[in-house]
């Protein structure tokens, strides 16, 4: 059982995904696309950035709900799992991911690696695409270079403040991602298998908690979908607008929807729909141009993006038999 998220979000002047500076210039990472045979660059956020951004918004939503297990090491200096267990004694891989699944929401939501003592990783369930301008938009001039002034602490000879000068990127662009959450996985092992049945990990936390936390991390969606991440959001809040989300709630295994940075994606979309209707429990939608709601049957149009998140979160636990 999965969440497949779609998305196109219009961010406008932002410096959401700095690469570091050279100099007095701010540069915003860069990286190529193959679009007709021709390699263009583009400003990117890369799908490590978007997955630390969910990770931090799943910790919030998580409390508000909540949510009481949480390792205090991701608090006190944002490392991960490795310290926290290193002073404790497993025996094998399987105690630890017993340990650290039932004592951590956000490492069994987003995965671990220890590779000191006992050597033991988990697969992280929320998966994150690059977030990449759209197929249609690509080839334009989407970063620009602003300049900026600021007093400096030094003193001119004359006895006047000097001002520093320094020039910062920003790109304003449509930029498309895709993610994958298998909330069938929450709380469960992904080393010893449940008994009886099909392949499915053992649960190691009690089903209200899982299902706690599986609300919690379809909700991070929305604040990663509202801008509100990455660098320099106090100076440079992006301009946003949420144009397109789609939230695929399959049941079973589907093939992975077509990625929204190509044009044809919808298309693509409206096949996997009509063949695999009996693997899909729902698909939400929502356009701002309205466009694509015409184009795809069986679908449930929202009003607005959160709206989807919110009926996916609720989908979610009519499957893991825990609808409120
Ligand atoms: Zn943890």
């Known amino acids: 059982m999965r969440l497949y998220i779609l998305a196109r979000v219009e961010l406008q002047l932002h410096a959401l995904n700095c690469a570091g500076s050279t100099g007095h210039f701010n540069k915003l990472q860069e990286a190529y696309i193959i679009k007709d045979g021709e390699v263009v660059p583009c400003p990117v956020i890369s799908g490590n950035a978007l997955k630390n951004y969910h990770a931090r918004a799943f910790v919030k939503e998580y409390v508000s709900l909540g949510g009481k297990k949480l390792h205090k090491r991701h608090f006190v200096d944002q490392c991960r799992v490795t310290k926290e267990m290193l002073s404790k004694d497993f025996s094998s891989k399987e105690a630890v991911e017993e340990d650290i699944v039932r004592n951590c929401a956000v490492c069994d939501v987003h995965g671990f690696l220890l590779a000191e003592k006992v050597n033991a990783r988990r697969e992280s369930l929320v998966k994150f695409s690059f977030a990449v301008p759209t197929e249609d938009t690509i080839a334009r001039k989407l970063t620009y270079t602003i300049v900026h002034n ?3 602490p030094k003193v001119s000879q004359e006895g006047k403040e000097e001002m520093m000068i320094f020039r910062r990127q920003y790109a304003s662009a449509i930029y498309s991602f895709a993610s994958i959450f298998d909330f069938a996985g929450v709380g469960r092992s992904q080393y010893v298998k449940e008994e009886g049945g099909v392949w499915r990990g053992k649960l190691l936390v009690d089903e209200a908690e899982a299902a706690l936390r599986a609300r919690a991390a379809v909700r991070a969606y929305t604040r990663v979908l509202s801008g509100e991440l990455g660098a320099n959001t106090s ?3 992006p301009i946003t607008r949420v144009r397109q989300l789609v939230a695929v709630v399959a049941k079973s295994l589907v093939p992975c929807p077509m990625h929204p940075f190509y044009e044809d994606y919808v298309r693509d979309l409206a ?12 698909v939400l939608v929502y356009d701002s141009g309205g466009s694509l ?11 607005a993006y959160y709206e989807v998140v919110e ?14």
């Open 311 to 324: 009926k996916a979160e609720q989908k979610i636990l009519e499957l893991l038999g825990e609808a409120p």
């Open 293 to 303: 709601i015409g184009l795809l049957s069986s679908v449930e149009a929202c009003g």
């Open 150 to 152: 600021r007093v400096s």
């Open 271 to 282: 096949k996997l729909i009509s063949k695999y209707s009996d693997r899909i429990h729902s």
């Open 235 to 237: 100076r440079a809040l």
